[in-house]
């Protein structure tokens, strides 16, 4: 069989079980491009079709000579970038495939690729792409059963195992802790009643709601995450009264998370004592200064904090100030990583208190809730539900539900089964179904119930 030349931009940790699935096939030769060329190396030492390089995303012309000399490109580097890859694509002819969502500067090549005849295929990982995949399954047979979509509500969270979520947030990071923070401070767009709903900030998570996903053993809130009103169009169901996708999180991570808003933990303002090149200073100092406190008592510096975020009328009150304790706010000794300001410092603790251990799992949770009238004007429920857990040592289930849905929709465009033109997400059964029968080999699915 003909060799085909693979080009993976970017040697993250969602890479490792996408270049697994794509080098099963021994006509498949890989070069993986890494801004770091000790991480592309590191990566393509297990397999020996693969060719590490280095690459400067910068450089369009670095880009494009990549580009040239392959038949795919697989771009996992940050979504500012795609737009330049998709433009050396459409120059050379050659097809993409990403995880991210389509940006309006990838939108914009839409033409370009069909006139170039190159598929763009994009928001093909777990969230988005497994969402996409079973959203659309379900709303297809609705309507082809003439039923209509009452609510369409999903959620979505990638979480450390119930027991390894042993952290006030009952969250870890497997990348940047700034991304997550600064996540909770977007605004999250809705539809609820018929109603465009907006919320940020301390707002986002007094939205937080309990969720009932009929699997008690998980105690899980969600809050809507970015824009949800144009699924209206995009998932085909202008009759939906309600929209909403969102964030999974673990009970009492978003009291937490607002104890630490209202405190100004989130702050990316310069303050002096926070500068690298200011004195040593300890988290009590730092936590005293952003109450207004010189040198407190402990007693004193956690009634400040109660007045400050108004934890007398918080049933959390005790778990939260546990929290605070855990993360050292009223320790004289731990000292603090000082990043210039409150965000950046903040992080610099989460990420060394808030790792994955080697032995440690995490999990995936996602779900859709269809309120569905069905053509006789019954009411029916259906959920679809996809769990998946980390294997110690070998792949994170998020590592595995964003690589190998990326890996089946590459090797689907190699060998001719998904063709359709143009910059695209998986919207239609042309492009979903093969990509789902693929999925559910590898044991990745979403189960399907009638309540």
């Given at each position: ?147 209509k979509i009452v609510e369409f509500i999903s959620f979505c969270g990638g979480l450390p195992a119930p027991e390894n979520s042993d952290n006030p947030f009952g969250y870890k990071f497997s990348w940047s802790a700034r991304g997550v923070l600064l996540a909770l ?267």
């Amino acid at each position: 069989m003909a060799e085909k030349k693979i080009l993976l931009l970017g040697s993250g940790f969602v890479a490792a079980p996408f270049v697994e699935y794509v080098l099963r096939r021994p006509e498949n030769k890989l070069t993986i491009a890494s801004r770091t060329l000790a991480n592309a190396q590191a990566l393509a030492a297990k397999y020996p079709a693969a060719t590490p390089t280095s690459c400067d995303i910068n450089s369009e012309q670095a880009i494009e000579d990549l580009v040239a000399k392959h038949d795919i490109v697989i771009s996992l580097i940050p979504y500012i970038y795609h737009a330049k890859v998709i433009k050396a694509a459409v120059k050379h002819k050659k097809n993409v495939v990403t995880t991210s969502y389509v940006s309006p500067a990838m939108m914009e090549y839409d033409q370009a690729a069909k006139d170039a005849g190159i598929t763009v295929l994009n928001e093909i990982g777990l969230d988005p792409g497994i969402d996409h995949l079973y959203a659309v399954k379900t709303i297809d047979e609705v309507h082809k059963e003439g039923g209509k979509i009452v609510e369409f509500i999903s959620f979505c969270g990638g979480l450390p195992a119930p027991e390894n979520s042993d952290n006030p947030f009952g969250y870890k990071f497997s990348w940047s802790a700034r991304g997550v923070l600064l996540a909770l401070k977007n605004t999250a767009k809705y539809l609820e009643n018929n109603k465009v709903v907006e919320v940020s900030g301390l707002a986002l998570m007094d939205s937080a709601r309990v969720l009932n996903t009929g699997y008690p053993g998980y105690a899980f809130v969600g809050y809507g995450n970015r824009d949800s009103t144009p699924y209206d169009k995009r998932y085909n169901i202008p009759e939906a009264r309600t929209i909403l996708r969102g964030t999974i999180r673990y009970d009492g991570f978003t009291q937490f998370v607002k104890a630490l808003f209202s405190l100004g933990f989130l702050s990316e303002e310069e303050q002096p004592h926070l500068l690298a090149s200011a004195p040593e200073i300890s988290w009590s100092q730092v936590v005293s200064k952003t109450v207004g406190l010189s040198d407190p008592s402990e007693e004193e510096l956690t009634a400040a904090i109660i007045k400050k975020c108004d934890l007398d009328n918080n049933d959390r009150k005790a778990q939260i100030l546990d929290g605070m304790r855990w993360l050292g706010f009223f320790s004289k000794t731990a000292k603090v990583h000082r990043r210039g300001n409150l965000l950046d410092t903040f992080c610099a603790t989460l990420e060394e208190k808030m790792q994955y251990g080697e032995d440690e799992r995490d999990l995936v949770f996602l779900q859709h809730r269809f309120e569905i009238e069905l053509k006789d004007g019954t009411h029916q429920t259906r959920t679809s539900t996809l769990i998946e857990y980390g294997v110690p040592g070998g792949f994170s289930a998020m590592a595995k539900t964003v690589g190998v849905p990326c890996g089946i929709a590459t090797q689907l465009i190699l060998d001719g089964k998904i063709t359709e033109k143009g910059v695209l997400a998986p919207m239609t059964p042309s492009i979903n179904d093969p990509i789902m029968e693929l999925l559910e080999k590898e044991n990745i699915g979403m189960v399907e119930k009638i309540l």
